[in-house]
Nanobody, 123 residues
Framework: QVQLVESGGRLVQAGDSLKLSCVISGRTFGINGVGWFLQAPGKEREFVSAINWNDRTTYYADTVKGRFTISRDNARNTVYLQMNSLKPEDTAVYYC????????????????WGQGTQVTVSS
């Protein structure tokens, strides 16, 4: 099994930056990719960003492109999401997720999920 633990979420003001971390432990072989998703109150979980485990290719939702950066630290088995120029509409619970197989960026493609970390951006 795989465990994912997110951290770094907190209350910030519009325009601030925040860095989320996702520590991965357990059976960390055979990973295809890791992604970040957000879920705002009353809305469905949506894709934010992803990174391929082997070649580190990155992907972003249009809403965060140019503001967010995903990265990976091999030695720490950690995936980060650097969030800059935050907006009130970025407010949500952010989840880290892992998939073992190639596929699209729909949440159903990911087999393992963390518990989430709350990001709140005040105006």
């Amino acid at each position: 099994q795989v465990q994912l633990v997110e951290s770094g979420g907190r209350l910030v003001q519009a325009g601030d930056s925040l860095k989320l971390s996702c520590v991965i432990s357990g059976r960390t072989f055979g990973i295809n990719g890791v992604g970040w998703f957000l879920q705002a109150p009353g809305k469905e979980r949506e894709f934010v960003s992803a990174i391929n485990w082997n070649d580190r290719t990155t992907y972003y939702a249009d809403t965060v492109k140019g503001r967010f950066t995903i990265s990976r630290d091999n030695a720490r088995n950690t995936v980060y999401l650097q969030m800059n120029s935050l907006k009130p509409e970025d407010t949500a619970v952010y989840y880290c997720a892992l998939k073992r197989y190639a596929g699209n960026f729909d949440a159903t493609s990911y087999q393992y999920w963390g518990q989430g970390t709350q990001v709140t951006v005040s105006s």
